[in-house]
């Protein structure tokens, strides 16, 4: 089940409880499902803080439009309109929005640095005509990478493994290309802070596992 909608059934189902006046025996075996619940719910809360430290650092870009954040059911999604990292065609940032991605690697790196890291490159359904690429699948790649390349090669977070980038092209929009504006909105990068989940071994030790959400759930 889904972190959010797993935690919050949980959550509600034991607050509601307890102010009933109920009490909870819990039975030899699940000691497991009481840890799990207080670790997601650690989780949530690492990254909402995320998002307000996000909020307060990316005022100026989310006012202007440039910057979205969202808590999705695949993490926190910080999405980049891609026309102010890069130029019409092209996968090489533009230095002017080096400052945005720093207070990105910031957080990354301090604050959530055990949460792996989810890049994607999406553009809208024009064709490629003039860039030389041979398709938008191969640009919103190379523009993923050049994001994952900044981040990890010149502002150090790390590991490395942590980190992977993809491209989808066109096919994955959240606005209608019938528009300028919809166009806009759906050339974009997003980087995701992909939520952590702990797996109780048989042994009774907590192991660090890393949630990635199936590929009909990725925008």
Same mark, same amino acid.
């Given at each position: 089940?889904? &972190?959010?909608?797993? %935690?919050?059934?949980?959550?509600?189902?034991?607050?509601?409880?307890?102010?009933?006046?109920?009490?909870?025996?819990?039975?030899?075996?699940?000691?497991?499902d009481?840890?799990?619940?207080?670790?997601?719910?650690?989780?949530?809360?690492?990254?909402?803080?995320?998002?307000? &430290?996000?909020?307060?650092?990316?005022?100026?870009?989310?006012?202007?439009?440039?910057?979205? &954040?969202?808590?999705?059911?695949k993490?926190?999604?910080? *999405?980049?309109?891609?026309?102010?990292?890069?130029?019409?065609?092209?996968?090489?940032?533009?230095?002017?929005?080096?400052?945005?991605?720093?207070?990105?690697?910031?957080?990354?790196?301090?604050?959530?640095?055990?949460?792996?890291?989810?890049?994607?490159?999406h553009?809208?359904?024009?064709?490629?005509k003039?860039?030389?690429?041979?398709?938008?699948?191969e640009?919103?790649?190379?523009?993923? %990478?050049?994001? %994952?390349?900044? %981040?990890?090669?010149?502002k150090?977070?790390?590991?490395?493994?942590?980190?992977?980038?993809?491209?989808?092209?066109?096919?994955?929009?959240?606005?209608?290309?019938?528009?300028?504006?919809?166009?806009?909105?759906?050339?974009?990068?997003?980087?995701?802070?992909?939520?952590?989940? *702990?797996?109780?071994?048989?042994?009774?030790?907590?192991?660090d596992?890393f949630l990635?959400?199936?590929?009909?759930?990725?925008?």
């Amino acid at each position: 089940m889904r &972190l959010k909608i797993w %935690l919050n059934i949980f959550l509600v189902f034991f607050i509601s409880s307890a102010l009933a006046g109920c009490t909870f025996i819990f039975q030899k075996g699940t000691r497991s499902d009481s840890e799990k619940i207080g670790q997601l719910s650690t989780q949530v809360d690492e990254l909402s803080n995320a998002k307000r &430290l996000l909020e307060e650092r990316l005022k100026k870009e989310i006012a202007d439009k440039d910057v979205r &954040l969202e808590m999705a059911e695949k993490g926190l999604v910080i *999405t980049f309109v891609a026309d102010i990292l890069f130029d019409s065609g092209k996968a090489k940032i533009k230095p002017q929005s080096y400052a945005a991605l720093d207070k990105v690697s910031r957080v990354l790196s301090e604050n959530t640095p055990r949460n792996n890291i989810g890049i994607e490159g999406h553009t809208d359904n024009e064709p490629i005509k003039y860039s030389g690429w041979k398709s938008n699948w191969e640009l919103s790649t190379a523009r993923a %990478l050049s994001v %994952l390349h900044y %981040l990890v090669d010149e502002k150090g977070v790390s590991p490395p493994q942590r980190v992977q980038a993809i491209g989808c092209g066109e096919y994955r929009p959240v606005s209608s290309n019938d528009s300028k504006e919809g166009r806009r909105l759906n050339r974009r990068v997003e980087i995701i802070i992909l939520p952590q989940a *702990t797996k109780v071994s048989k042994t009774g030790k907590s192991q660090d596992t890393f949630l990635a959400e199936p590929a009909e759930n990725l925008k």
